[in-house]
């Protein structure tokens, strides 16, 4: 079965450091979504990407964070400078387009920021 | 009212009993709604997509009332295993984000 795979499990980083959270959508699903959850908090929508570029993102995603699709496949989230407040899990979903919106999730990346 | 609002329980289940709970929504431009399920410190899985008036599988049975704009998550002969939290998960339009409830945590105890 297809499934949406994210790098790495883990992630301690310090603040003000930069970290790269990787995703590996579904092959032929054409939106791509960043989510993150707080521990015992809500899932928050953070971007979404199509055709390339962002097509809807959350007050979350501000100039501290980025996202790419740089070689087809790979779907990346930069957090620059990151912060205390940063530690989430991360999660990264694909859906398959118009007529199909289920979404499935990758496992996550649980960012720590010490 | 907020985009998607669900009572976030905890429901205490006997095993074997039934429970339900319901999700209200504000867009009502929505077209599908989801129920998801999420353990502790996992991703959320997808338990039912529902696209018209209900869908039922299995033990679960998801409605949907769109004058009043909520979908309900009904599960029959509930087991340890269903011990988890649903969010119900409603995407404005197609490819546009999806917003999450904050979840209804179900606990079944024997």
């Known amino acids: 079965e297809p499934e949406v795979t994210q790098t790495p499990s883990h992630q301690v980083t310090q603040m003000g450091q930069e970290v790269i959270l990787r995703c590996v959508p579904i092959s032929n699903h054409l939106y791509f979504y960043w989510y993150r959850q707080i521990l015992g908090q809500k899932v928050e929508f953070l971007v979404s990407f199509y055709n390339n570029e962002i097509s809807e993102k959350s007050e979350i995603f501000d100039d501290q964070f980025s996202v790419e699709r740089p070689d087809g496949s790979n779907f990346t989230l930069k957090i620059r400078s990151t912060k205390l407040e940063d530690s989430a899990m991360y999660f990264c979903a694909s859906t398959g387009g118009i007529s199909n919106t289920e979404a499935f999730f990758g496992q996550g990346t649980r960012l720590t920021v010490v | 009212r907020k985009e998607v609002e669900q009572d976030p329980g905890p429901f205490n289940v006997p095993e074997g009993a039934t429970v339900a709970f319901n999700c209200t929504y504000s867009n009502s431009a929505s077209q599908s709604f989801f129920w998801y399920r999420q353990d502790c410190r996992k991703e959320p899985k997808l338990l039912m997509s529902?696209?018209?008036s209900g869908n039922e599988d299995g033990r679960f049975t998801a409605q949907l009332n769109r004058a009043s704009q909520y979908i309900s998550l009904l599960i029959r002969d509930s087991k340890l295993s269903d011990s988890a939290t649903y969010l119900c998960v409603v995407p404005f339009m197609a490819g546009n984000k999806l917003t999450f409830g904050g979840g209804t945590r179900v606990l079944v105890k024997p």
């Open positions: 529902v696209y018209s």
